[in-house]
């Protein structure tokens, strides 16, 4: 490219004022002054469709909510704006800690949770939008004194170091088996392409995987 | 995240009232927005990219998560169909294949189980100047786009000027290619809207969109006609990082095939490479009629990227996107390379 | 189990001889060789590699139940009653200084407790931290640091290695007044004699020349960097880090909370990754703690994703020039070399450079720190070596391909140390090297398979300080108590096992309490010191325990000497005797025994081997690396666990794949900023892009003493990838990451050329 060309896509892309040293924006407004009004959001499905299905009635400040978690109704104080990830780890009493915020962007599935069966990002779903739905972390899978079999192929077959990839790995898999349990090596591969793992466990991740097919306990 | 406030209507009436009704925003990303899956949407806000005053939810309203035959052998798609629902349908896996392929290449599997049709559509460019919070650039109201004499190896090779992002939409190419159409709801009115003229150039619409919708507008279906195209249709996505990535380049090709496997007539579509789906109808129009060979193929290649105009850091997606018509051509031509 | 130990030195009355040796200390995760003096008297030792119950066995982690469950509580998990949340305001020009900073619009926030800002007036990188926040929710925090008003006087800035050397270019840094010709470029050291270099390159047969050059990396350890400061006011206050090093949070908090060091407690029970870049309290830690001192209330501050990625330290960049020779029948006759190390406004990292495996003849290098306005680089995961050895690695792969001669050839001719040469063979062997084309870029098709090779080496010797007690109660528990740190490598697992093995006990048997600074001293996780300064430290304790434990039962067993007493399989024998452990230790007094275990030098050392081969497919087509199989030989000494020290590797073979192919900082040379700061556009490899790998552990290596692998593990790949795809496409990419545009390019301009 030359400086010719260069200096063409500058012109023709900045058309107003060419300083690069007015990117940045200016005072960033918090948006914390809403009127900080408590709303009520129940388990029950039918009953949060008939409170908030009016439009004139948004949800704004604190929210009061249950979640559906682990096989147990857990209340709760959000914002609309908490994502479950965070009410979960920061606002549940006590907090459920298994899913790990890592990149809180639905790029690396250490957060990954069980939403009526399937395997999703909770960093990227809101607590107010959980209502209603089955969710199952990793604790919901099994303790350390009952492990699942995913769980207990993962330390046998040492699918974990550091561990703070884990809880997302072993909840997608454990996801996954229960949709197909009996995958080849490239079906655990693509079932968990969405978690990232920095020590480099991969290799025994999908050992794991395997073996806890094999052995038929993904449950 | 901004706070904003939320708002779960049960229709689409009430989902429209709810955005037209919305306290009253200084910016345009600061309107109200609706939300689906929020596989796009909620990375905006946490980037404050997007500040919506009030989001309201979709997934209440009953009837847009289907797919159905619309009995003239094409599609009706709702809007909320996730993605993970649209690559699995056994009707689009058999009948329109490259619609399952373009879904499958979506992100990740957690992605494709909450994201929806409607929002991969809508998402927003994953330039990286655009997705940094600090930066105002020319998308976000600034002066300047960046990418233009920046860091612009993902950046557009076609249409691009004054902004240079590319479309990231995986499905938006290939729905191009079948001549699919999206119905769009707004306060005053419905409105069928053709996909290729749902997107829109920098230089063409509002800068700070990449379609047409209107603040108070959401798509509510896709439809995808009957096509002698859509049985011989694939995606092929060129990722960096197979895991997980945005097209660095793609295609979407579909051919009617004739008498003694002659293509009749070609869609050919390419993605990751300019601000909207690029549809190359003079490669198009070069293939009809002809018996697809290897030389035919990357005659068609070379004249899809015709054209071209590579930025200083993205020269390689010219042969890397001939590359991918080749073989996509190759794949639904029955040619072997 | 049988008893390799067989006597234990008699106290006597003059204090025991001692010997001055030289070990590694780690000082931010960089090793340093100090000199130290230890007691030159027979201690324990290992007995034969191949004669354990448990090391040198698979043992599974004792941590993974908890980690696979989600019941591991992590610093980033600690949640306090009535904790607050803090988040940092950062700087976002690569150079500026603060005119005006206005915090009455976060302060009336509702739930905002405390605004401070950093003692930084002139900021010169972008990221560097300005103020913080803390609040009773992260989300008002994240509101209060934006709602910041903060005025800067934005000056010139060079965040681009080469325009830094430019002499228009802006002062990253004040100069030297010693120095006051060097400006953004310091000279680090110069070794060599540049004349003898230039005659030995004058009489070679074959000479090449290049230059190499490596991205900034990051640690992208999944757990970002912060702490809890679990402080209300009063007299003592605990500190939840994620650190390598526990002993490295106590004396900065407690000046930050005006306390007492004494009063202050750190702990770490897990901690998600760390790779070199997390010691001290840093100035998260630092700001965590001003919070916690101004509210008088527990504060979290756990950097977001965006922070980490520009403030939390990364892995300088390299940028190298070589000339060198070689003589056709294999022998490296000269090098000259010039290398840039890039660390920001820091120094760099540096390595063994020329890397330190082979001999290159005469050779004559100058090493310089470049800097520009990046946050300064830290350590990371063998500081230097990777950089260093890519490099050296390619230089080589050219050498051989210049006179036409077998890389593996051309390295066994050449290595220092002939131990090298059975591990390539052994490589060679498992990757199937036959099956190589040695025609670069030779293979039919569009998809071209390739392999390359490449040698790493690293220290790993321990130093002395690990204090370690076994406490045998009278119930048969049995407790290993030392304040180190498990980062994932394994470390709570050896401890168990050293102790379980020593006392013919099960791994279940033994308890172990780690990551408390109010525990026995050990040193930080770093240079890889951790196995070979703890495990001598837990072996003389346990033979202690189990001397001690004898001792007292001996009556039980007809007042045998305590070395005849023997523990195996959970008995105790002595005198003809057998009974159950449980029974045995009965016999102890009420408060059972505590033995103090001290590091014994002999039970270690420094010094490893290893190699990697890689074979990969290109796609010439479309530029794309397709990894196939890596195959690492590694030695070690002692494997105190098999299991783990083969994910270590690999773990090492790992990153180093990402580093050759995917990983790599991009920074807008006009904003000054990184324009990748996430996991969507800093692109870790994953589950795709993982190849077969094989981690063999040498067990040629006979040597009886534990040696710490983790950095040597990283090193040999990231050349041996990049030979790999030479080999494979006849590109030789000498700017890492290897990615598709640069292949297509490389193909383009080689076709061009023909």
């Given amino acids: 490219m030359s400086d010719d060309h260069d200096q063409e896509r500058r012109k023709k892309s900045s058309r107003y004022d060419p300083s690069r040293r007015k990117f940045l924006k200016g005072v960033g407004v918090a948006g914390a002054g809403a009127a900080l009004a408590d709303h009520l959001l129940t388990g029950d499905a039918d009953k949060v469709a008939a409170k908030i299905s009016t439009p004139g009635d948004p949800l704004s400040g604190n929210v009061n909510l249950v979640l559906d978690l682990n096989g147990q109704k857990r209340n709760l104080t959000v914002e609309p704006r908490t994502t479950l990830l965070s009410a979960i780890r920061d606002r549940l009493e006590p907090p459920v800690t298994g899913p790990k915020l890592v990149c809180d962007m639905g790029s690396c599935g250490a957060c990954t949770v069980i939403m009526d069966g399937k395997p999703v990002y909770s960093c990227l779903v809101l607590a107010v939008d959980a209502v209603g739905k089955k969710l199952t972390t990793v604790e919901g899978l099994g303790s350390p004194e009952n492990m699942n079999g995913v769980q207990r192929a993962f330390v046998e077959h040492d699918g974990l170091m550091c561990g703070f990839c884990t809880p997302g790995f072993v909840t997608t898999i454990s996801a996954y088996l229960k949709k197909n349990p009996n995958p080849t090596l490239d079906e655990v591969r693509e079932a968990c392409k969405g978690n990232f793992c920095r020590c480099g466990t991969y290799p025994r991740v999908f050992e794991a995987a395997l073996a806890a097919a094999k052995a038929g306990t993904s449950g | 995240m901004n706070t904003f406030e939320w708002v779960s209507p049960g229709t689409v009436a009430e989902a429209i009232s709810a955005l037209k009704s919305a306290p009253a925003a200084s910016d345009l990303d600061d309107a109200a927005r609706p939300i689906a899956g929020g596989q796009d949407l909620l990375t905006t806000m946490k980037d404050y990219i997007t500040r919506p005053v009030r989001v309201v939810n979709l997934k209440g309203i009953r009837g847009l998560d289907k797919i159905e035959a619309d009995g003239k052998g094409g599609l009706r798609i ?93 499905l938006a190419p290939m729905l191009v290619a079948l001549g699919a159409s999206v119905s769009v709801v707004g306060a005053e009115g419905k409105r069928a809207i053709p996909l290729d003229k749902f997107f829109t150039l920098p230089s063409e619409g509002n800068l700070r969109r990449e379609n047409v919708l209107k603040n108070d507008e959401i798509i509510t279906e896709v439809q995808v006609p009957a096509s002698k195209f859509a049985a011989h249709s694939t995606y092929l996505k060129f990722k960096e990082r197979d895991s997980m990535d945005f097209a660095m380049s793609a295609v979407a090709a579909a051919v009617a095939i004739g008498p003694n496997k002659t293509i009749r007539e070609a869609r050919l579509v390419l993605g990751g490479v300019a601000p909207v789906p690029w549809r190359v109808t003079k490669a198009e129009g070069y293939l009809a009629g002809k018996t697809p060979s290897v030389d035919v193929l990357t005659h068609t290649a070379k004249i899809a990227l015709e054209g071209a105009e590579p930025l200083a850091k993205n020269k390689y997606k010219v042969p890397l996107t001939q590359t991918l018509v080749r073989r996509a051509l190759a794949r639904v031509g029955g040619v072997r390379t | 189990m049988p008893q390799q130990q067989q006597t234990q030195p008699q106290p006597s009355p003059t204090p025991p001889k001692k010997k001055k040796i030289r070990v590694p200390r780690v000082v931010n995760g960089v090793e340093q060789m100090v000199e130290i003096e230890v007691d030159d008297v027979a201690g324990p030792t290992w007995g034969p590699n191949d004669k354990h119950t448990l090391l040198n066995h698979r043992l599974t982690r004792v941590d993974g139940p908890l980690k696979v469950s989600g019941a591991a509580r992590y610093t980033y998990d600690v949640r306090l009653p009535g904790m607050l949340y803090a988040r940092v305001r950062r700087c976002p020009h690569a150079h500026a200084r603060l005119k005006n900073f206005d915090s009455s619009a976060a302060s009336k926030i509702p739930g905002v407790k405390a605004i401070i800002q950093t003692p930084l007036k002139e900021f010169r990188f972008a990221g560097s931290p300005v103020a913080a926040v803390a609040a009773i929710s992260p989300e008002i925090a994240h509101d209060a640091i934006r709602a910041l008003v903060v005025e800067y006087e934005v000056l010139p800035h060079v965040v681009i290695a080469r325009e830094a050397l430019k002499p228009g270019s802006p002062e990253v840094l004040p100069r030297d007044s010693r120095k006051p010709d060097e400006k953004n470029l310091r000279l680090a050291n110069k070794t060599g004699d540049v004349e003898k270099v230039e005659a030995a390159l004058k009489s070679s047969d074959a000479i090449v020349e290049a230059e190499y050059s490596t991205s900034r990396l990051h640690h992208c350890c999944l757990e970002t960097h912060g702490m809890v400061v679990d402080y209300s006011g009063g007299d003592s206050a605990t500190i939840y880090a994620t650190t390598q090093g526990t002993f490295t949070i106590p004396d900065d908090a407690a000046k930050e909370l005006g306390l007492p060091q004494s009063a202050v407690t750190a702990t770490v029970q897990h901690m998600g990754g760390g790779f070199g870049s997390k010691f001290g309290i840093g100035i998260e830690g630092m700001l965590a703690c001003r919070l916690s001192n101004e509210t008088k209330t527990p504060v979290k501050l756990m950097l977001t994703r965006y922070d980490e990625f520009v403030m939390a330290g990364n892995r300088s960049g390299s940028w190298q020039k070589f000339k060198a020779g070689v003589k056709k029948d294999g022998t490296f006759t000269a090098l000259h070399a010039t290398q840039y190390r890039l660390g920001g406004v820091g120094q760099g990292s540096q390595a063994g450079q020329p890397y330190a495996v082979y001999r290159v003849g005469d050779s004559y290098r100058e090493v310089y720190a470049l800097q520009t306005n990046e946050d300064s680089s830290v350590a990371m995961r063998a500081p230097g070596h990777p950089q260093a050895s890519f490099a050296m690695e390619s230089l080589l792969d050219e050498l051989a391909y210049k006179i036409g001669m077998d890389p593996v050839e051309f390295r ?9 040469k059975h591990q390539f063979d052994r490589g ?79 791994i279940k048997d033994v308890v172990e309490q780690i990551g408390n600074s109010k525990l026995g001293s050990a040193n930080s996780s770093g240079g890889s010191t951790t196995a070979a300064s703890l495990s001598p430290s837990v072996k003389d304790a346990a033979v202690k325990a189990r001397l001690a434990v004898a001792e007292k039962i001996a009556p039980l067993f007809g007042n045998a000497k305590p070395e005849q007493i023997t523990f195996a399989g959970g008995n105790v024998s002595g005198g003809g005797k057998t009974i159950t452990w449980k029974q045995a230790c009965a016999a102890l007094p009420a408060a059972g025994i505590t033995a103090h275990g001290v590091w014994r030098s002999e039970l270690q050392s420094r010094g490893v081997h290893g190699v990697c081969f890689a074979e990969v497919e290109v796609d010439v087509e479309t530029g794309k690396v397709r990894p196939i199989k890596m195959v690492q030989v590694q030695d070690g000494g002692l494997p105190l666990n098999r299991l783990t020290m083969e994910s270590q590797i690999n773990g090492g073979m790992i990153q180093a794949l990402g580093m050759a192919l995917w990983e790599g900082r991009t920074i807008d ?33 006979k040597r009886e003493v534990v040696i710490g692998i983790a950095e040597a593990a990283i090193i040999p790949a990231v050349g041996a990838v990049a030979n790999a795809v030479f080999n494979a496409c006849g590109v030789r990419v000498r700017e890492l990451p290897i990615t598709p545009d640069k292949i297509l390019i490389g193909l383009m301009s080689e076709r061009r050329s023909a």
């Avoid at chain 2, 169909?81 to 009948?95: C, D, G, S």
């Avoid at chain 2, 950046?155 to 990231?168: E, K, L, N, Q, R």
């Fill in chain 3, 669 to 701: 040379a006009d904003l000054g900023m990184q324009l990748n700061p996430s996991f969507v556009d800093y692109k870790l490899p994953g589950s795709l892009e993982m190849p077969e790998m094989i981690p063999i552990i040498d067990d040629e290596d």
């Fill in chain 2, 78 to 170: 709702g809007a909320l169909v996730t993605l993970a629902q649209l690559e699995e349908h056994a009707i689009v896996r058999r009948n329109f294949p490259g619609l399952s392929e373009a879904a499958h290449s979506v992100g990740t599997p957690q992605i494709r189980n909450l994201g929806t049709v409607g929002g991969n559509l809508c998402q927003r460019p994953r330039c990286w100047y655009f997705r940094l919070e600090e930066v105002v650039c020319l998308k976000k109201g600034g002066t300047e786009c960046y990418a233009a004499t920046g860091e612009n190896k993902y950046h557009a090779i076609f249409g691009g000027g004054p902004s240079y992002i590319v479309h990231p939409s995986d």
């Fill in chain 3, 412 to 420: 066994k001719k050449n290595v220092r140390d002939d131990f090298y």
């Fill in chain 3, 428 to 506: 060679a062997r498992e990757i199937g090297w036959e099956r190589r084309n040695p025609t670069a870029g030779g293979n039919p098709g569009p998809n071209k398979r390739g392999m390359g090779c490449a040698a790493g080496t690293w220290g790993g010797g321990g130093n002395d300080q690990c204090k370690v007690d076994v406490t045998v109660s009278r119930d048969g528990s049995v407790v290993v108590a030392v304040g180190t740190q498990d980062l994932g490598t394994g470390t709570r697992t050896f401890t168990r096992a050293i102790v379980a093995e020593e006392l013919g006990l099960g």
